[in-house]
């Protein structure tokens, strides 16, 4: 890896490895959010919350933007994926599933034995 | 592994996956017409589903909620929109918040599950069509997030001790 891809990953981890950092990228993944708004969610100062949406933005998580007095925040997932390989990763989830299926017909033939 | 076939469809963002299960077609269909067995197998174990209305009827709701390691909850909804009992089923889903109000005015994918008999057990098709890029990228992006922190977790467990 390159300095600035491992500057780059530093980021991602540091950014993910906060419970309440992994909250609001969740709930900014399904939808613009202004920061106001997602200050409420937490019991935490807006400028604390300011400052993790701040942190998941300079790990180019977030794309941020103001709309009169509002920040508003977004997932920004963009980036990182084409269609192909984002088709992948869901092809694994769903076979984490259908894996999960057969397990459980196969515990109920155990059963039966 | 069951998984038999995959077809992705980069044109229409499409998504077909073809497995193979040692139990008849009425046993496979139990496991989605039943919310307890259905919650066994939608959420993967760092992420465990709980199946809270379960309508298993065409414009019917099934949601539930998908529980992380810390106690957060992301609930889902399926909007039936046919079954036809054992063969077929179909539904939208989407992102809601914990009322279950759907976060965004359209689903995400619309999906079909259809399952035919094959040497005595079953042969599953599943089909998953999304709606845009985006929604695509926002399902992903979503179990990225849930496999960084089951990640996360085993990290902090090994470096615990625990």
């Known amino acids: 890896m390159s300095e600035a891809t491992e500057d780059q990953a530093d980021a991602l981890f540091h950014a993910l490895a906060d419970r309440t950092r992994r909250d609001i990228l969740r709930r900014v993944l399904a939808g613009e959010h202004s920061v106001t708004k997602l200050a409420a969610k937490y019991d935490m100062s807006f400028a604390a919350v300011q400052k993790h949406v701040a942190v998941l933005e300079k790990a180019g998580l977030v794309i941020k933007r103001r709309s009169g007095r509002e920040q508003l925040a977004r997932g920004d997932v963009e980036a990182v994926r084409s269609v192909a390989s984002m088709l992948t990763g869901l092809e694994q989830i769903w076979r984490g599933r259908i894996t999960r299926v057969d397990e459980l017909i196969a515990s109920e033939l155990d059963q039966e034995d | ?162």
Do not use: C
């Not at chain 2, 193979?20 to 919650?39: K, S």
């Open chain 2, 1 to 162: 592994m069951p998984v038999t076939d995959v077809q992705q469809n980069l044109d229409n963002l499409t998504l077909t996956i073809t497995a193979e299960f040692a139990a008849p077609v009425a046993r496979i269909w139990q496991v989605y017409a039943d919310p307890r067995q259905l919650e066994k197998v939608w959420g993967p174990p760092s992420y465990p589903a709980t199946v809270v209305d379960h309508d298993f009827t065409p414009g019917g709701r099934v949601n539930y909620f998908m529980t992380g390691p810390e106690g957060d909850k992301h609930a889902g909804y399926w909007q039936i929109t046919a079954i036809d009992e054992p063969s077929s089923f179909s539904f939208d889903d989407g992102f809601a918040d914990l009322d279950f109000n759907p976060t965004q005015a359209l689903p995400v994918s619309r999906n079909v599950y259809a399952f035919t008999e094959n040497n005595g057990g079953t042969r599953a098709t599943y089909v998953g069509t999304y709606a845009s890029a985006e929604a695509l990228q926002q399902v992903l992006a979503m179990g990225v997030v849930e496999g960084a922190t089951s990640a996360i977790n085993q990290i902090d467990d090994l470096v615990s001790g625990r």
